[in-house]
């Protein structure tokens, strides 16, 4: 039997316990990115077994699994669902240390009551108590979002979604929580993607608009970013290896487009050229809606082409980008204010690197009255752990205001993953509460109270200006 998830887990001094038990723990959750499916959740999807909510779809597992010997027929193949979970439960003991063995323990505790560590012995156990508790009817995809008093969910949104299970879900009015779609146009950017025509092709049949030139693809884009703001989106997210800017004449452009239409290969440098006059168009449109752009920067995804051949993307070789995005970046945020058509963004960068780049750049393009205009987001991907989270924190404290900080979000396609908001709300208590017994800030726990409140939740609810 284990306590390590206990009342106190990572609340290191008794600022940080009061700070979290009372201004933290009971805050509602604003999820404002994450990929759970819009379909499941209008189903009220139930799963049969703890491998099905938990291994299925889940790379962040997969990685670990490889890592530590398992072949593939237990992590993605074919083999029996029990055998697939008796092989994570073989993997998790060797993740002490990684996140993926503290999100596990919080996951049983909070949601199955289950205290034992999970391993080679415990697995038949766990096993059991786990599905036994599943079989309740309270252990559905919505009834897991209510439990875990979410108010918001952003999912993540192709631009040819016919957005059906979004209306059906706000048709129905009975999730408590707001379920709006984001905008994410990567295969519109992705021109040298193998495949990009023929979405090109979809695109054209949805809107309508025979996209024969650049300027039709442009058409076709604003009638969909239009339909999503009918629908109730009010976010775009776009995923960028890296952060591009060049400039281009609009008959260079044609030219490009034209090229990549007959999947002829285009340049980096014209790839360059495509991807900023895109988003640089997509950006204003975002801005004339007050739409929140979010830029996630530096995923260098499917490394292992043998694997992707087999399992396609998603599947766990992705890796940390590491180009130099200061230039590009201040061009591309700078063309979007200097006709004063920046709209609120929030940038992640996956290459810890980056923190003091991101950091500092917030402070070039604030304004318009809007707190916290320009966000850092939060620790993502391989920064989604302890100290990443952290140090993410102490890096917008050092160098803007983290006071205006939008907060966490799960990112993440399991209806357990929202023990990730307690996680993050525990280091931020535990973060001030250490600044506070050290004499650096204030023991005033009012202040910082409230300061967790707004980090936790308040923020983003302003920041998106979204009715909850």
Excluded at 219 to 229: G, I, M, P, Q
Aim: hydrophobic share 35%; net charge negative; with cysteine.
């Amino acid at each position: 039997m284990s306590t390590f998830i206990n009342e106190n887990f990572l609340l290191n001094n008794e600022t940080a316990i009061e700070l979290y038990n009372e201004y933290a723990k009971d805050m509602p959750i604003y999820d404002y990115h994450c990929h759970l499916s819009p379909k499941e959740i209008w189903e009220d999807k139930r799963f049969d077994n703890i491998t099905q909510l938990w291994l299925y779809g889940d790379h962040y597992k997969w990685r670990a699994m490889r890592i530590n010997g398992i072949i593939e027929d237990y992590i993605t193949g074919d083999k029996g669902d029990y055998d697939k979970f008796l092989a994570w439960a073989k993997t998790i003991p060797n993740c002490i240390g990684n996140p993926l063995y503290h999100w596990t323990q919080l996951e049983l505790k909070r949601y199955f009551n289950i205290d034992e560590l999970l391993n080679e012995d415990t697995a038949p156990v766990i096993w059991q108590k786990c599905n036994e508790v599943l079989q309740n009817k309270e252990f559905s995809a919505r009834r897991l979002i209510n439990r875990s008093n979410v108010k918001m969910i952003g999912t993540t949104d192709d631009p040819i979604d016919s957005l059906d299970y979004h209306k059906k879900i706000r048709k129905e009015g009975q999730l408590e929580a707001k379920v709006l779609p984001t905008f994410r146009p990567d295969k519109a950017l992705e021109i040298n993607k193998e495949g990009f025509s023929n979405w090109i092709k979809r695109l054209s049949e949805v809107t309508g608009i025979s996209i024969k030139r650049y300027k039709d693809l442009l058409d076709a884009l604003k009638d969909r970013v239009n339909y999503f703001n009918q629908e109730g989106c009010r976010m775009s997210d776009h995923s960028l290896s890296y952060v591009p800017y060049a400039e281009a004449s609009e008959t260079e452009l044609e030219e490009i487009f034209k090229k990549a239409m007959v999947s002829e290969k285009v340049s980096p440098q014209e790839e360059n050229k495509y991807k900023t006059y895109t988003l640089i168009f997509l950006g204003k449109l975002y801005h004339s809606l007050g739409w929140v752009m979010q830029l996630h920067i530096g995923a260098m995804r499917n490394n292992n082409t043998r694997m992707f051949n087999i399992l396609g993307g998603d599947a766990g070789f992705d890796s940390i980008n590491d180009c130099n995005i200061a230039v590009p970046l201040s061009r591309l945020l700078d063309a979007l204010d200097r006709e004063n058509s920046l709209p609120k963004t929030i940038l992640y960068n996956l290459n810890p690197k980056d923190n003091y780049v991101i950091a500092t750049m917030l402070g070039n393009f604030q304004g318009d009255g809007i707190p916290g205009k320009i966000q850092f987001g939060s620790g993502w991907w391989f920064n989604d752990q302890k100290d990443g989270m952290i140090r993410q924190m102490t890096d917008l404290a050092n160098l803007g205001l983290l006071s205006h900080f939008v907060g966490m979000l799960t990112d993440s396609r399991s209806f357990l993953s929202y023990t990730r908001h307690e996680y993050f709300r525990r280091l931020l208590c535990s973060l001030l509460g250490e600044w506070a017994e050290k004499g650096e800030v204030p023991k005033d726990i009012n202040l910082l109270g409230n300061m967790v409140k707004n980090i936790s939740y308040n923020n983003a609810v302003k920041y998106f200006s979204i009715d909850i």
